[in-house]
């Protein structure tokens, strides 16, 4: 068997602090070994105890002041707004009139999103994300791109093309029966090829008919373990505006959950603006929230209340949003998810934020039994973070005395720069410097 081990101190989510509990949530090594077979993670523990029992021969690479944790997890993101990340000055509906449309029609070339799914994914992993959930472009080239840079890579990655058939620009929309189409054509050629899943991916609620969302729960229907992507209450004139378009519907959660399209492995971007009610009904049809601080705060969208979806016990996962999101890092997003929760007067510890950015994320995909923690047996994604990565990290770090004060200030200050290496199925797939 292809054998190594990789020594650092390393960290792993193994609870939802929320149920929990910090203590329980969480299990650390300071001197700890990593030992990965043919892709996959055979065992963890401390090196002294370790390394005594390791086969002759096996390469052991070892990190000093470096924390190495699992890869992280973004349950939302849109690789084709790769190039319009920081368009400026736009709320949510006018950012997607006068940026995000545009933008995306140029998809329907295949060179150019070939080109934009390799930068995007060699970004992903600059920052150490190893599974995301991704739009497409109504486009299904669009999709395939993105499948064919994913699996050079061999990531596991979940992605759909874009169903839109109004409100949206003649050039941008399909129908409900060719979307309904292009989406079967597109799960026929990719939906669970090596590491990869599809998501059936109605825009928002505004730019699909009655007959596409009908559309969209049929395909649900049709396949097993396909997902289902879409935005959900982010922005208060779309609420408004969902409310006059589906006059029939009790409130936007309502619209989806008309056409079947809740359920476990369904994830909405956002849920910013959703009473308890839509609460509860997310609780108890197993979907799941991208929690997207840097977007929210971005386009000025609000405040997500995470606490409110702890007590509803809601699956909560982190998502960046590139391109409302600012940023591809996750350190980042976190970053921004804390000062989200001290201007609602809530904390956000760093061991929930870790949950968040890994085992949670892989709860939120019902991917826990693959990613998101180093459990035996697990898919070997992971990064090496590096504790001296800038002048002001080293300096603040050599104050900081305790494993949460350390995590607390990676998330603060980390970026790009913090992730020294990310491995995917046990291969490094990017090195710093
Ligand atoms: N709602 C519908 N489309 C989009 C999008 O592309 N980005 C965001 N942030 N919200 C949306
Ligand atoms: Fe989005």
């Keep these: 068997a292809a054998r190594k081990a990789y020594r650092a101190s390393i960290i792993h989510s193994i609870g939802d602090p929320a149920e929990v509990g910090l203590e329980a949530s969480y299990e650390y090594y300071e001197d700890g070994l990593l030992v990965v077979t043919d892709g996959q993670i055979e065992s963890l523990g401390d090196a002294a105890v370790l390394l005594a029992h390791l086969p002759e021969g096996t390469e052991v690479i070892e990190y000093p002041?470096?924390?190495?944790?699992?890869?992280?997890?973004?349950?939302?993101?849109?690789?084709?707004?790769?190039?319009m990340i920081a368009s400026y000055g736009e709320q949510l509906l006018d950012w997607l009139n006068n940026y995000t449309f545009p933008a995306e029609n140029a998809f329907r070339d295949p060179a150019h999103a070939a080109e934009v799914a390799g930068v995007f994914l060699d970004e992903l992993l600059r920052n150490g994300t190893t599974t995301a959930l991704v739009f497409g472009t109504v486009h299904k080239q669009s999709v395939d791109a993105f499948?064919?840079?994913?699996?050079?890579?061999?990531?596991?990655?979940?992605?759909?093309?874009?169903?839109?058939?109004?409100?949206?620009?003649?050039?941008?929309?399909?129908?409900?029966?060719?979307?309904?189409?292009?989406?079967?054509?597109?799960?026929?050629?990719?939906?669970?090829?090596?590491?990869?899943?599809?998501?059936?991916?109605?825009?928002?609620?505004p730019t699909s008919s009655n007959e596409q969302l009908a559309a969209a729960g049929q395909l649900l229907q049709e396949y097993e373990g396909l997902y289902m992507h879409t935005h959900l209450s982010e922005n208060r004139d779309e609420v408004e505006w969902v409310k006059s378009l589906f006059p029939q519907c009790d409130g936007y959660l309502d619209v989806y959950d008309h056409f079947n399209l809740l359920g476990e492995r369904s994830v909405f971007a956002h849920g910013i603006h959703l009473c308890d009610d839509e609460c509860k009904r997310l609780s108890e049809t197993g979907s799941a929230i991208a929690f997207c601080p840097t977007s929210n705060l971005f386009l000025g969208s609000g405040l997500f209340n995470l606490p409110k979806m702890e007590q509803h016990r809601v699956r909560v996962g982190l998502g960046t949003d590139v391109g409302a999101g600012t940023s591809f890092s996750i350190l980042q997003t976190l970053n921004e998810a804390y000062k989200v929760m001290?201007?609602?007067?809530?904390k956000l510890n760093p061991f929930k934020s870790l949950y968040?950015?890994?085992?949670?994320?892989?709860?939120?995909?019902?991917?826990?039994?693959?990613?998101?923690?180093?459990?035996?047996?697990?898919?070997?994604?992971?990064?090496?973070?590096?504790?001296?990565?800038?002048?002001?990290?080293?300096?603040?770090?050599?104050?900081?005395?305790?494993?949460?004060?350390?995590?607390?200030?990676?998330?603060m200050l980390g970026d790009d720069r913090t992730v020294r290496e990310t491995f995917a199925a046990g291969e490094s797939v990017h090195r710093r410097d």
């Design 65 to 83: 002041d470096a924390l190495l944790t699992p890869g992280f997890i973004d349950t939302h993101i849109h690789y084709p707004q790769t190039g």
């Design 147 to 205: 499948f064919g840079a994913a699996q050079q890579r061999n990531l596991r990655m979940i992605a759909g093309k874009v169903l839109m058939d109004r409100n949206a620009p003649d050039y941008l929309t399909d129908t409900a029966e060719s979307g309904y189409n292009d989406s079967r054509e597109l799960i026929e050629r990719w939906h669970g090829k090596g590491r990869l899943h599809y998501a059936v991916t109605p825009r928002f609620a």
């Design 342 to 346: 001290q201007l609602q007067g809530a």
């Design 356 to 411: 968040l950015a890994t085992l949670g994320g892989a709860r939120a995909l019902r991917l826990d039994d693959r990613i998101g923690s180093f459990a035996n047996g697990n898919d070997a994604d992971f990064v090496v973070l590096d504790y001296n990565a800038t002048p002001l990290m080293r300096y603040r770090m050599a104050q900081a005395k305790t494993l949460d004060e350390k995590l607390f200030v990676l998330m």
